[in-house]
């Protein structure tokens, strides 16, 4: 856990403590599934939009890092951890996911 930044900690928590270890998604723009994710992470958490363009390939970037760290599957359709990641995630308390939450959310990240 100690290796990852707070953006992969971010996805993590949020994977783990809002989703509960999954994101359902639908890729039909022709968009790959991390660019979308992304997407639809930033507008959640972000009200404003030039928050939400500075956070989104930091959003990205992290969840392609988890995905070759082996700690999330990515496709077509869904975001989940894999056995590994599941591990981590329950390292990651929801008390320290919320601060930093409220970082990413106002661009301080």
Same mark, same amino acid.
């Given at each position: 856990?100690?290796?990852?930044?707070?953006?992969?900690?971010?996805?993590?928590?949020?994977?783990?403590?809002?989703?509960?270890?999954?994101?359902?998604?639908?890729?039909?723009?022709? $968009?790959?599934?991390?660019?979308?994710?992304?997407?639809? &992470? /930033?507008? !959640?958490?972000?009200?404003?939009?030039?928050? #939400? %363009? @500075?956070?989104?390939?930091?959003?990205?970037?992290?969840?392609?890092?988890?995905?070759?760290?082996?700690?999330?599957?990515?496709?077509?359709? $869904?975001?989940?951890?894999?056995?590994?990641?599941?591990? &981590? /995630?329950? !390292?990651?308390?929801?008390?320290?996911?919320? #601060? %930093? @939450?409220?970082?990413?959310?106002?661009?301080?990240?």
């Amino acid at each position: 856990m100690e290796s990852l930044g707070l953006m992969e900690k971010f996805i993590i928590g949020y994977i783990q403590h809002e989703n509960f270890g999954r994101i359902y998604i639908m890729t039909s723009t022709g $968009e790959s599934p991390e660019k979308l994710v992304a997407k639809l &992470i /930033a507008d !959640e958490i972000a009200a404003d939009d030039k928050v #939400k %363009i @500075k956070i989104t390939p930091k959003i990205e970037a992290a969840l392609k890092k988890l995905q070759e760290y082996w700690m999330i599957q990515v496709s077509g359709y $869904e975001v989940k951890f894999t056995s590994y990641g599941q591990q &981590i /995630a329950k !390292e990651l308390n929801k008390q320290t996911y919320l #601060k %930093i @939450k409220q970082q990413v959310s106002q661009g301080k990240i």
